[in-house]
C-alpha cells in the first residue's frame, strides 16, 4: 500500500491550499484517513482525520478554516485550507488505516508535504 501526497507549496498569510493524498496497492477497505502536521521543533499533531460514517475531526486550531473530505471510489482524502496562518507552517502527512487484500490490518503513511506561511 502506497500514499501519494501532493498540493503543499508557499502561500502569504490569509491564503488557501488544497492537499491531496491517493492511496492505492492491495487494499480492500479504508476505515480512517487524515492529516497530521510537524512544524520545525514541534512534536507531530493530528490536524484532521475522516472515518467512514462519521463526521470529521479537527484540532481546534484548525477549526473553521481547515476542511477534510474524502473520495471512498478513489482512496483519496483531500484538505482545503483557507486563512492560512503562518502558525500553519508545517510538512504535512497522510495516513490510512486500511484492511489489505490479505486481511491485515495496517496504518499506511504519505512522504510529506512542506507547506509555507510567509509574505
Known amino acids: 500500500v502506497q500514499l501519494q501526497a501532493s498540493g503543499g507549496g508557499l502561500v502569504q498569510p490569509g491564503g488557501s491550499l488544497r492537499l491531496s493524498c491517493a492511496a492505492s496497492?492491495?487494499?480492500?477497505?479504508?476505515?480512517?484517513m487524515g492529516w497530521y502536521r510537524q512544524a520545525p521543533g514541534k512534536r507531530r499533531e493530528l490536524a484532521a482525520t475522516?472515518?467512514?460514517?462519521?463526521?470529521?475531526n479537527y484540532i481546534d486550531s484548525v477549526k473553521g478554516r481547515f476542511t477534510i473530505s474524502r473520495d471512498n471510489a478513489k482512496n483519496t482524502v483531500y484538505l482545503q485550507m483557507i486563512s492560512l496562518k503562518p502558525e500553519d507552517t508545517a510538512v504535512y502527512y497522510c495516513?490510512?488505516?486500511?484492511?489489505?487484500?490479505?486481511?491485515?490490518?495496517?496504518?499506511?503513511w504519505g512522504q510529506g508535504t512542506q507547506v509555507t506561511v510567509s509574505s
Open positions: 495516513y490510512a488505516e486500511v484492511i489489505t487484500t490479505a486481511w491485515i490490518n495496517g496504518d499506511f
Open positions: 475522516i472515518k467512514s460514517g462519521s463526521s470529521p
Open positions: 496497492g492491495s487494499i480492500f477497505s479504508i476505515d480512517a
